[in-house]
């Protein structure tokens, strides 16, 4: 999902990206499956292309999504389960 400033009147370009997550073993057998959602956003100063602006954003989500699923992995019951078995 894209916002822009002149939608939104926030002076910021915003990138929400939502990710279904499934851990499989390497034998193929399913062993969770969960959802993360990242966000980012940068100022409308900053930028003199809504290309590059966006892009930037969508770079802060994915800096997002990498620290959210390193925290949060192991917190993930299935997750937890199988580590357990390790």
Excluded: H
């Excluded at 999902?1 to 939104?8: F, G, I, N, R, Y």
């Excluded at 926030?10 to 499989?24: D, T």
């Excluded at 959602?37 to 997002?64: C, H, M, Q, W």
């Amino acid at each position: 999902q894209l916002a822009l400033p002149s939608k939104t009147r926030l002076g910021v370009y915003e990138v929400w990206i939502k990710y279904n997550m499934r851990l499989m073993s390497p034998d193929g057998e399913y062993i969770a499956d969960w959802v993360l959602t990242s966000y980012g956003k940068t100022p409308t100063e900053t930028f003199r292309s809504s290309e590059a602006a966006i892009n930037e954003a969508a770079i802060v989500a994915l800096r997002d999504l990498a620290s959210s699923f390193s925290l949060s992995f192991s917190q993930v019951p299935e997750v937890r389960d199988w580590l357990s078995t390790l």
